[in-house]
């Protein structure tokens, strides 16, 4: 009998291995080199890349395939991702080959570089020409949202009338003929602006109801429609949404300006209309978007926004960076704006060419009281340089449905926090403002916030003289900072999308036969052991990353040899300096404390 349940067992085991096996083969990764491949190849190794974003749109994807392109090129068009079935068969799309090369670029423009590109038209002005013969055909489409010039140097100026044009570099799309008029005094558009880039009405990523997916190592430009966008859609049981997505370590900007509706302009770095479950968006640097960088949108009855985890991620030049608008019959629940870096909102591109200029870092456009609002978390971000506001709602009573917290403001160009155009209890319209110390009295948010100049590189890492290092709420909901180094690396969670360290104290440290340290990770206590003799006695130093003791001790030359150190005062979880000191030597590890 056991001899039978054995073989029994022995059996089912070897069906289960040899499933998994089999299903592990299903897995493809396919490579995209935009120089030497070829949508002739199967795509299944770098000799046999594909070439095109069209080719990947085309192929059978399925759960569990990468799809990577290849770094330091270029790539044109509108990824349509495929998604997978489950959270075990994600599909990725990302970046293959050397680290040290950029990012693969995702360009959803047309390149207009060649004089022949541009025909005179008389006056100053200058025409795309007639629709274009090129294989595949090119046509512009519904619209062009913006033109990037000279490598970003500057960008067009969209006017909506031919006989507006008059101003050095605006220009006007005719829609009944498919071309752009651009006026300039300096003949030639490509012979003087050398790059040109046509951001035609259509975004970067179109995943319309897709889930379980990654996107990854990528940038994103240049899309009129906007960058990365996801959207629901259905009424009823019948309602599909994304899922399962994770968006990190990408890049967009460049992003907007195509035509919405009247004089209104669209265009959003990384948006999510009608609804998602479980969103990640991080360690992603978002900038020069028309409209916001980051954005949970929509309005349709039954649409739910469910664990959306925006962190650690870099907005800069957007003319907002972050925006919420939600209506109808619906719900948002378990959102999380946390460790980011907000910067210069409303200085982007876009600023001077809006009817409806907005610089602001949160936009509540507007929250509806038909949505259920359920644990909203705005924390530990940094709040810096701000055109017109730091916080804009539509309904003052908004800001009860979100807690604010453990933020660092800086506002810089404004000195009001939070503009409103209906105050509390009113269908009246009748705008008013707070500063900073009204602000934070009026709705008991901010307890722990700062305002504060953040001290920043241009980059948005912290500078040693930062107020914002240690100063942060540890979160479970964020573990590490946008170069995946751990929190906290001092005595407490740093705000913004960097953790403060000193690379260069821990790097240098070597390794020699002076001590060792152990258990690394320690709990209370530690075990120094002095590889060689020595008289005399010992300092013995716990360090945080930024600089500070947090204790000395000294060790009497009897006791030298082997011995436990035990912390008087058990630091925080994280990342520590051990240094040992004698008269004529000076050592130091890194350790852990958990």
């Known amino acids: 009998m056991f001899m039978k349940n054995y073989s029994f067992r022995f059996f089912c085991i070897l069906l289960i291995l040899a499933f998994l096996s089999i299903n592990s083969g299903f897995a493809t990764d396919y490579y995209v080199d935009s120089q030497v491949g070829s949508d002739s190849n199967n795509g299944k190794s770098p000799a ?25 090129q270029v790539f044109r068009g509108t990824i349509v991702p495929k998604g997978g079935s489950s959270v075990n068969t994600l599909v990725t799309y990302g970046a293959y080959g050397d680290n040290a090369l950029a990012k693969p670029k995702l360009l ?28 595949p055909a090119e046509t512009l489409g519904a619209d062009v949202g913006n033109i990037i010039l000279g490598n970003e140097t500057s960008c067009g100026i969209k006017v909506w009338n ?3 044009l008059n101003v050095e570099a605006e220009y006007w799309y005719d829609t009944t003929a498919d071309r752009v008029y651009f006026y300039t005094t300096h003949g030639n558009p490509a012979t003087y602006y050398q790059t ?40 009823g049981a019948s309602y599909s ?24 302009r669209a265009g959003n770095g990384i948006g999510f209309w009608c609804g998602g479950r479980n969103i990640i968006v991080e360690r992603c640097r978002i900038s020069q978007c028309y409209d916001c960088g980051l954005s949970p949108q929509g309005d349709l009855d039954g649409h739910f926004n469910e664990n959306f985890y925006f962190r650690n991620n870099i907005f800069d030049k957007n003319e907002q960076s972050f925006e919420m608008w939600q209506g109808g019959i619906s719900s948002t629940t378990n959102l999380y704006f946390e460790n980011n870096t907000c910067m210069n909102a409303g200085f982007g591109w876009s600023r001077s060419q809006r009817p409806n200029p907005l610089g602001v870092h949160i936009l509540f456009y507007g929250l509806a009281s038909t949505v259920t609002f359920t644990n909203l978390q705005i924390r530990n971000n940094v709040f810096i340089n701000a055109k017109d506001y730091g916080i804009f709602t539509t309904y003052e009573s908004n800001m009860s449905k979100v807690n604010f917290d453990y933020n660092c403001w800086y506002p810089q160009s404004t000195t009001l926090i939070l503009q409103y155009n209906y105050p509390l209890n009113s269908t009246v319209r009748t705008p008013g403002s707070y500063v900073w110390s009204s602000y934070r009295a009026a709705y008991g948010n901010e307890a722990h916030s700062i305002m504060a100049n953040p001290r920043i590189n241009t980059d948005g890492s912290l500078m040693s003289n930062s107020p914002c290092i240690d100063k942060g709420l540890a979160l479970s909901t964020v573990s590490n900072d946008f170069k995946k180094t751990a929190r906290p690396q001092g005595l407490g969670y740093d705000m913004g999308a960097f953790e403060y360290y000193v690379p260069n104290e821990v790097t240098s440290i070597k390794s020699t036969n002076f001590f060792k340290a152990y258990p690394n990770p320690a709990s209370d206590n530690i075990t120094i052991s002095l590889e060689n003799s020595f008289n005399g006695n010992l300092q013995i130093s716990l360090i945080s990353l930024t600089g500070k003791i947090i204790e000395n001790q000294t060790i009497k030359s009897s006791e030298t040899g082997k011995f436990n150190y035990h912390f008087y005062n058990k630091p925080q979880t994280g990342y520590y300096i051990l240094k040992v000191s004698g008269e004529k030597f000076s050592q130091a590890l890194p350790i852990t404390i958990k």
């Open 48 to 72: 046999t890349a594909w070439k095109s974003i069209d080719k990947v749109n085309a192929a059978s994807i399925t759960g569990g395939d990468s799809i990577l392109f290849m770094r330091g």
């Open 241 to 264: 949404y994304p899922k399962e997505i994770t968006i990190r370590d990408v890049d967009v900007s460049y992003v907007g300006g195509a035509w919405l509706t009247g004089t209104t």
């Open 108 to 135: 959803a423009s047309y390149q207009r570089n060649s004089s022949s590109d541009w025909k005179d038209e008389g006056s100053n002005l200058w025409s795309t020409g007639d629709k274009l013969t090129v294989s």
């Open 196 to 235: 040109i880039e046509l951001a035609t009405k259509r975004k970067n990523v179109d995943g319309t109801a897709r889930s379980y997916l990654i996107f990854e190592n990528l940038d994103f430009r240049y899309g009129g429609d906007g960058g990365i966008g996801f959207q629901g859609y259905g009424t």
């Open 162 to 164: 031919k006989t507006d």
